[in-house]
């Protein structure tokens, strides 16, 4: 699993709840190539999570939310820090 890399620019954008104005996270900006890299690396993942049938999905998904589940008071917490 390749890490995510972030944008290099000096500018950035600001994302917001369309339903209440907050902002939610500020995000650098990306480059053309920086874009295109990341597609690519979601249509090589996408085979990879297409590949499993339905069920072992599903299986897959419910063992993850099984074990978000189980870290939820440090997720509330850390989301409280922003």
């Known amino acids: ?33 920086q874009l295109d890299a990341a597609v690519q690396r979601a249509v090589k993942a996408q085979a990879g999570w297409a590949a499993p049938a339905p069920g072992e999905r599903a299986r897959l998904l419910r063992r993850f939310a099984d074990r978000v589940e189980v870290h939820i008071p440090e997720l509330e917490a850390l989301r409280r820090l922003r």
């Open 1 to 33: 699993m390749t890490e995510p890399t972030g944008g290099t620019g000096s500018t950035s954008s600001t994302v917001r709840n369309p339903a209440i104005g907050e902002v939610l996270a500020t995000v650098p900006d990306t480059t053309a190539e």
